[in-house]
């Protein structure tokens, strides 16, 4: 059989499949019902389970919510909270390190009279199934192997990035996770537009990802270079779309800019150049697994309990087997059609640009953690590249066999991690009724007693919280000061946080029983300095401790 030349007049040919194209086009969109179904009933599924076990929220989205209160209380995207100067009045603190979309969403949901933790549901199942959908619509736009677009929504919706969410509400990375193959698809397609369009186009696809998550305005600024490298590749020439995408994406990361991201600092604030060489290595190797979830599972055999900025050597040094297979299956993948070139192009070039900026962020400095979840729309692409490439008609049956057992292995460690958690969580006590969330920190009979201070007192009250999670649990309007003592505190509460002046009400200081006699408790309440260090009253529940004067 004569190869088939991959000419660069050929931009937009179709796949080489009489018998696909001549079909109807009702009859080719039938072919994708399958998978179409298998989304919507798997959502449906991992919905009904965190329904009836909630989910917890992550240390991110806590602080999001603190955002989402201060938002309905007239300071948009702003963390209010007690002034240290005088905690009879508040002030309000920007939030810019974290995008907004994990609380707007699930909060403008909840403003129906839902509960938080199923509108936290609803976000992560209807967040699946548009991801689930756009890699349908993703595969049908590179191969018109229907079988492929089943087998990649059985496998992206069961590996653990998907479950997880439906157990601990992580807000940007399921939003990220639901944008992903939109962006990529629509900004596929800026390079053939002309020069007006392509540059709304580009600058929708920055507010869509930055809404999502900061880290997606990696992705979609990745997206828009790999998709104008694959249009230079095929058409050797700039065209009018390349030009107005740059424009339009640039004007658009400049406004945001001005208006958000220079009012306060982010991850990529903290600047100290160095030159370390596993955050190197685990910025090129990682995306080659991050769509498998892979070093989540290392990590969490190897390293459970980890601090977010180490990874051993021993992960990283895990994660090259199944990188170099999906490396190699993409890398030596020789394709038979157009399309499927330029998918291999755009998925290579996309890796190399996002691990790049990584390398960049981890030279520049330590506010970016050594996380897979960074690069899982990276990892995502690549695997459903290697997917393609897995079921190409010259791929070694063994090197197929393989990725299949990798790809079926990963999807079941993302069943059993996600079972696990919700039977966990069942069986425990820190389920918040009211706001239907599950705590890690939690005592209803503490909170209960909170709420009963705050129905008598009002806002003359003030509630310190040892987590950003547990706010949630009370009124929207109540005064709240979180102090993290679980999480980055040092062993006493720091010396230049002190707290002057008093409230009309009281004060109530909700603790852990495992800190409320150490020098974090005693220095937190010390902080106070207007109120005498031997005035506390305490009420010990089963897991909390309230202090108060």
Known sequence: MKKRSLRPDTWGALHDAPALAAAPPYQRALDYFPALLAAIAICGLLSAISVFVPPFIHWDSGWGFLAWRGTLMGAPNSIVTPDPANIARDTAGFL???????????????????????AMTLTAALSLLASLVGWVVFVKSFTPRTSLALLAVLLIALFRYSTMPFGVYQGGEILLQAATPWLLLAVFQIPEMDGAPAALFAAGAVLVAFLAKLTGLIVVVAALVASSVVALAFRRRITRGMIGGALGGVAALVVLFATFLSRGPTAVS????????????????????AGLSWTDLMITIFLPGRSLFYTSPAVVGLAIPPALLVMGLIVFWQPQAIKEEKLKLYSLVFYGIVAAVFVLLFIRGRGVSLEERHFRPAGTLVFVCALVSAFAIRTPRWTRFLFLILCALMALYGVASFSSRA????????????????????????VDFARAAYAREGRDALFVLPTPQIPVTLPADARILTRDLEWGEPAAARPSLRYAGRVAGHVFVLLPNSLSDTSKARGLLSAFTDYPPDGWQKKKFANMSVFFQ
């Open 96 to 118: 810019t390190e974290w995008s907004p979309g994990q609380y707007l969403i699930p909060g403008a949901i909840a403003l129906t009279g839902i509960p938080l933790g199923i």
């Open 270 to 289: 903290e600047m100290s150049w160095s030159l370390p060489f596993r955050s190197i290595a685990f910025a090129f190797l990682v995306p080659w697994v």
């Open 423 to 446: 039977m966990g969580a069942a069986q425990g006590q820190s389920l918040d009724r009211t706001s239907w969330t599950n705590q890690q920190i939690y005592d209803p009979a503490a």
